[in-house]
């Protein structure tokens, strides 16, 4: 379910997701699933960083995803997904998890594609998406009950509700600064 990586050697991944797969923990029956392939740092990474990529979703299903996802443990961790909605069209969704798992509807995408970038300034994180790669839209702004060193960065791929998808990460790029400035992307 877990390999591992060094992300500033990662430049393009395919995951293929089986069917039933996903990291969610509802909140409303606290019922886990926590069972989706995912690729993350082999260690969490030392200082501010931001990890990005271009997203590619051969989407089948509601919910399947393409995910650039943050890691502490079972109880704690964050996804920013590619996603293909009820309403079978692409969107950007985070889901921040402290025990619970919460979800949030960002935007809708105009193609199987996007890019998307998880970030950390001292202990807080951040999510951003991007039709370009260049200009960044803020998502959402959080912080995760965990130590910034013991949470790694990485990848994922789901499908909740179909028999399997495939996301590709193109273009990943890992660099070990902060975001200048939450609110425009920069």
């Known amino acids: 379910m877990e390999q591992q990586c060094d992300l500033a050697a990662v430049r393009d991944l395919t995951i293929a997701a089986g069917g039933g797969t996903d990291h969610f923990i509802d909140p409303a029956t606290c019922r886990a699933t926590?069972?989706?392939?995912?690729?993350?740092?082999a260690v969490a990474p030392s200082a501010d960083f931001q990890l990005s990529a271009a997203v590619e979703v051969a989407f089948e299903s509601t919910f399947d995803a393409g995910v650039l996802m943050l890691w502490a443990d079972d109880l704690t961790w964050a996804?920013?997904?590619l996603e293909y909605s009820p309403q079978e069209r692409p969107m950007v969704v985070s889901v921040v998890t402290r025990g619970l798992s919460d979800d949030a509807n960002a935007v809708t995408v105009d193609a199987d594609q996007t890019w998307l970038r998880v970030s950390r300034s001292g202990a807080a994180y951040a999510?951003?998406?991007?039709?370009?790669?260049?200009?960044?839209?803020?998502?959402r702004h959080f912080a995760l009950p965990a130590e910034p060193a013991a949470v790694r960065a990485g990848f994922s791929a789901q499908s909740?509700?179909?028999?399997?998808?495939?996301?590709?990460?193109?273009?990943?790029?890992?660099?070990?600064?902060?975001?200048a400035d939450l609110r425009d992307g920069t």
């Open 34 to 41: 926590l069972n989706a392939p995912r690729v993350l740092a």
């Open 79 to 81: 996804k920013l997904c």
């Open 127 to 139: 999510f951003h998406c991007s039709t370009d790669g260049q200009h960044w839209d803020l998502v």
């Open 160 to 179: 909740p509700t179909g028999a399997g998808c495939v996301a590709q990460f193109t273009q990943v790029r890992f660099v070990e600064t902060p975001v």
